[in-house]
Nanobody
């Protein structure tokens, strides 16, 4: 059974940092791009960041550029999201995703696997 399990969410003050992790199990994720998405209360899910399976290419939403960093450790089947200088607009449930086609992962139509998410709350 394929699973993506996120961890690292929590409550943090504005200006603080959190590091999210997503551990994949059940199959090899070689060849899979891994991404982070978030969904704030009352809003639609939005793309946050994506990393290629080689870790050579990354992409970020404009709203997080310069503050968030995505990385992966293929030996551990784990992808990370380092989030710095958080603000209340970053409050959301963060989910990781895996897919094989870059652009289709970003627009979610090509996501093969989703995690259940971890909640991040940023207080002002």
């Amino acid at each position: 059974q394929v699973q993506l399990v996120e961890s690292g969410g929590g409550l943090v003050q504005a200006g603080g940092s959190l590091r999210l992790s997503c551990a994949a199990s059940g199959r090899s994720f070689s060849g899979y791009h891994m991404g982070w998405f978030r969904q704030a209360p009352g809003k639609e899910r939005e793309f946050v960041a994506l990393i290629s399976w080689t870790a050579l290419t990354t992409a970020y939403a404009d709203s997080v550029k310069g503050r968030f960093t995505i990385s992966r450790d293929n030996a551990k089947n784990t992808v990370y999201l380092q989030m710095n200088n958080l603000n209340p607009d970053d409050t959301a449930v963060y989910s990781c995703a895996a897919g094989r086609t870059w652009n289709l992962v970003i627009n979610t139509s090509g996501v093969d696997y989703w995690g259940k998410g971890t909640r991040v709350t940023v207080s002002s």
